[in-house]
């Protein structure tokens, strides 16, 4: 494993090869996962169930063109919140993105969200107006 450098703490690579593909932006508040609630069947999927909607309906809308997945990719999730509110905790703002990345599979932005095939980050700042950027890698070999 010489040369190679993880971050112990994020388990972020800088050294990892990548090339830049695109980002889409979502102009709606990312959800925190205490919102949302488990991915699960019945009534208590029912907000998991209305975020990913939301989501597949406004990825359909920013995606048109926009280049699939063929190979591993690496994520920049960014919320950017508006004034008045707060940074999430990270438990609250990796679970949130779980609706928003199941349809990002299910448009084929990426093939998985297993670690084999997705790195992914998040990062969180405040802004004008709630927002949610997505920052798409490919991941070469």
């Known amino acids: ?8 703490g994020c388990g972020f690579e800088p050294n990892l090869r990548v090339q830049y593909v695109g980002e889409l932006r979502l102009a709606v508040s990312y959800p925190s996962q205490n919102e949302i609630g488990a991915n699960g069947k ?3 999927g029912l907000k998991y169930r209305r975020a990913r909607m939301r989501f597949a ?3 359909q809308a920013v995606a048109v063109g926009f280049p699939r ?21 990270r438990g609250n703002l990796v679970g949130g993105a779980k609706p928003l990345l199941d349809v990002l599979r299910a448009q084929g932005l990426i ?7 997705l790195s992914d980050y998040y990062l969180q700042k405040s802004g004008a107006a709630d927002e949610i950027v997505i920052v798409f890698e490919d991941i070469l070999i």
């Open 1 to 8: 494993m010489s040369g190679i450098i993880i971050c112990p």
């Open 69 to 89: 997945a063929v190979g591993a990719r690496r994520l920049w999730l960014k919320r950017i919140y508006r004034p008045g509110k707060r940074d999430y905790d």
């Open 57 to 59: 309906s406004l990825i």
């Open 42 to 44: 019945g009534p208590g």
């Open 111 to 117: 093939l998985d969200d297993t670690p084999a095939l």
